[in-house]
């Protein structure tokens, strides 16, 4: 691209570097390290980096769609975890080395990791796993085990931070931010270390954030998800489990906060993105007790058609539905069923399910 126009090329990749730096900024990760199109960056939780490595790549591809073909920039990414040397405010070491390894092996708009990066993480993200093997590189001694990350490059959940400078001119307003994305990033990290000054650090970046609420009660409570709750009796007789939830929203911010309220009031909460995946959960998971679901979904089922099969396939568990529209008329909803109309307080949320679940 450099060769056919120098100055178009450069406005693209200041444009390009503008969303990284900002999503990683958000991601309390650390620019280490630039040159050309090339950016070492450094974060304090795997869990931050391999969540701002795919916004960034989603960002990247929705600002790519704004520009003709010819102009559009795609970069890969590689993440390793590992002890790094610091000198000079520069990072060092095989830990860098085989990340940029695996950023040469990237497809571009793809990211890799290594095992080590995938087995911390798999449990803790959205995210699907490829095993693409064992892969030899140059200048490593032993072959690495190699691992893509699957992700929708077009998710509409993970657009750009808004573009800065005299670049910005170039990115139409489809690269425009979705802060939700960055936000539900930057609250997942705060819960993974779960301690007062975390919850602090969210609530001064975002005051009145989808989690502001949470945050506070947390830090009421001590400043984190289990300071002043009591101990159980060491000797106490074995009880009943908790009540098995099974949140179904296919908005990642909106499901995050679902499942953080009900996991504080005591519930095991399962997640579906969609009605149709839900049903899955449904077959595997005869302990769920009561299922929680938006009504416009993607897929062949919505939630209202969801409750249906739930109220006559799965009667042990309740339903409850929440919408932001009109209400379900009763040929559409059951009697049995409950229904929040949204937004609504996290106490109403709970006081719902735990009135199904009892």
Known sequence: MMHEDEDATLVVLSSHRAIIDDIITAGRGHVSGSAGDSVLAEFPSIIDAVNCGVLIQRA???ANAALPPERRMELRIGINVGDVMVKDGGVFGD???VAARLEGLAEPGGILVTRSVRDQVRD???YDFDDLGEQSVKNIARP???FRVVFDPGAPAAQSPAPRG??????ESGA???LGAVELAFWRSVEARDAPVEYHAYLERYPSGSFALLAQARLVRGGSKTAGKPPAAPCSPPTRGPAVV???ENDPLV???AVDVLEEAGFEVIEASSADYAVIVLEKRPDVRVVFTDVEMPGKLDGIQLARIVQHRYQRAGVVVGSGRERPTPSELSPDAAFLAKPYAPATLVDAIRRLAA
């Open 60 to 62: 990247l591809a929705k």
């Open 95 to 97: 830990g860098v080395n």
């Open 124 to 126: 803790r993200v959205d």
């Open 144 to 146: 690495l085990r190699v």
């Open 166 to 171: 005299p670049a910005a001119a170039d990115v």
């Open 176 to 178: 425009a931010a979705d």
């Open 246 to 248: 099974l949140v179904v």
């Open 255 to 257: 499901r995050a906060l």
